[in-house]
């Protein structure tokens, strides 16, 4: 079984999630990332035998809260490290050509703020119609990725941390890398 990219966006919801102690079931995730119930129960699992998180012996119904998400010791690990230095060769970025959408990568925060906007002819962003900057087509890890972000400001560092690792100049992995890092640690 392989990951698949939406499993990186459940995968950092529940990240993000964690963050604010909230337990959320199936049917929450699923709405509140624009993917199928089945789809985030499907990306847990392959999660889980990715070794990226721990789930419960025994899966909840989509109706019952999910775990926290729970990390092996090496687990956070594990996750930093597929992120750092997996994701961007496995679900790699698209470059497309000037259109309007939502900033990521540098151009978005966390990393907007190290990186002046004058330094972006076009800044990266996510195509989406409804978006409010102009920039460079940069492909997001799921076709929902820009609805979901909008909804939870977390999630969209996190997805925006990761794709500055993803094409990122080294400058911007760095910085994105230690607050990726950062996020992922905090308890």
Request: net charge positive; hydrophobic share 40%.
């Amino acid at each position: 079984m392989s990951l698949h990219p939406q499993d990186v966006v459940v995968l950092l919801k529940l990240v993000a999630n964690r963050d604010a102690n909230k337990r959320s079931t199936y049917a929450e995730l699923s709405r509140d990332l624009f993917l199928s119930t089945s789809q985030v129960f499907r990306s847990v699992q392959r999660a889980e035998t990715a070794r990226l998180i721990i789930a419960p012996s025994i899966l909840p119904n989509s109706g019952e809260a999910l775990p926290r998400m729970w990390l092996w010791p090496n687990n956070s690990g594990n996750l930093k490290e597929f992120l750092i230095h997996g994701a961007k060769y496995a679900f790699p970025v698209e470059r497309g050509g000037p259109t309007r959408g939502i900033p990521t990568a540098d151009a978005a925060p966390p990393l907007s703020h190290h990186f002046p906007q004058q330094d972006f002819p076009l800044p990266p962003v996510w195509p989406y119609a409804e978006g409010s900057v102009r920039g460079i087509g940069f492909s997001p890890l799921y076709k929902n990725v820009p609805e979901a972000a909008l909804r939870d400001p977390k999630l969209y560092e996190l997805l925006s941390l990761v794709d500055a690792i993803r094409e990122g100049r080294s400058r911007e992995r760095e910085i994105a890398i230690r607050e990726l890092t950062a996020r992922i640690d905090s308890r």
